[in-house]
């Protein structure tokens, strides 16, 4: 494993997924709520509206490769299969999903067998600064809240590069930290994001400017970005709401330390929202037919 945090994110996702997807189902990932009452939006249903949002937006940034039957997409830290499963469903496509953790990749292979998916869509453990794929073998990388999880930023981008066939899209939603442009992180800012570093097993993350030239040094093209902080932000509300469910309490403690830290840590992800400091960042671009 090429992933020096790897196995601590397996053990996170291995002991914390049966309880997220029981409490929230298959998506395991921000949802969008715009300028609606987070409250009034049933949950999963914001988090599905999240997927179609990034496809509109990728569509109107001009990266979109076509999606079809013919399509093949990558889902990079594809969760239990939720949005394999969504692109499938919409655009009839294949996807391949890749996730650190064995109790994500199976679930999700499941899911797919139920669904009458399995044709059109897999699932493995592979890490994503390796993956074990040709290059030019997708049409479609699809990153959803799986580049924080990367400790080295530059080769991920870099191995999304080769596995694009000249003309394919690249999707990345990725949480930030906000632009250095008004003054470095502060003592108290550094101090905020080492403890979310801890408790989710993060190696480190940076703003959306730095993804910007960071794919953009690599060869990318047409690479837009933009900062959806204030849509998803509502998302640790809800959470927190769901987590006073004495179903939800229950198997947070049954699923053992690493869950339960998570789960205490939840204010720390909404305090950083309303802070500025955590930020969501998505960023689209496409490599050049001529790469």
């Known amino acids: 494993m090429t992933n020096p945090f790897g196995q601590q994110i397996q053990d996170f996702y291995d002991a914390s997924t049966e309880l997220w997807e029981e409490v929230w189902g298959e ?17 999963r249903q914001a988090q599905i509206d999240l997927i179609d ?12 490769a076509p999606l079809n039957e ?16 969504h692109l499938w469903q919409k655009f009839h496509c294949r996807a391949t ?10 679930r999700a292979t499941e899911r797919s067998q139920q669904a ?6 897999g699932f493995l453990v592979a890490d994503a600064l390796g993956v074990p794929f ?16 990367m400790p080295d930023k530059t080769r991920f981008l870099e191995e999304c590069y080769r596995l694009l066939k000249p003309g394919g899209t690249l999707m990345l939603a990725t949480w930030c930290h906000r632009p250095l442009d ?15 570093y801890q ?22 093209e047409n690479v837009q970005t933009e900062d959806w902080s204030t849509a998803v932000a509502p998302f640790w509300d809800v959470v927190m709401d769901s987590a006073l469910d004495p179903k939800v309490i229950l198997g947070v403690l049954l699923s053992g330390w690493e869950t339960i830290q998570g789960a205490l840590a939840m204010n720390l992800m909404r305090d950083g929202y309303k802070s500025g400091l955590v930020r969501y960042g998505v960023l689209s671009g496409r490599k050049p037919l001529e790469a």
């Open 116 to 121: 009458g998916a399995s044709s059109s869509l």
């Open 182 to 196: 008004s003054g470095r992180l502060s003592a108290a800012e550094v101090e905020h994001l080492r403890q979310l």
């Open 70 to 85: 013919q399509s093949q997409v990558l889902d990079v830290g594809c969760g239990v299969g939720g949005s394999s499963l």
């Open 53 to 64: 949002r990034l496809l509109d937006w990728v569509q109107a940034s001009g990266n979109a």
């Open 199 to 220: 408790v989710y097993h993060l190696p480190y993350v940076i703003s959306l400017p730095d993804y910007d030239a960071i794919a953009e040094g690599i060869g990318f």
């Open 134 to 149: 040709a290059d030019e073998t997708f049409d479609w990388i699809w990153s959803l809240e799986s580049g924080e999880h």
């Open 27 to 43: 998506h395991l990932h921000h949802g969008y709520y715009g300028d609606r009452n987070p409250r009034s939006l049933d949950r």
């Open 97 to 106: 999903g890749i996730t650190l953790s064995p109790v994500q990749a199976r």
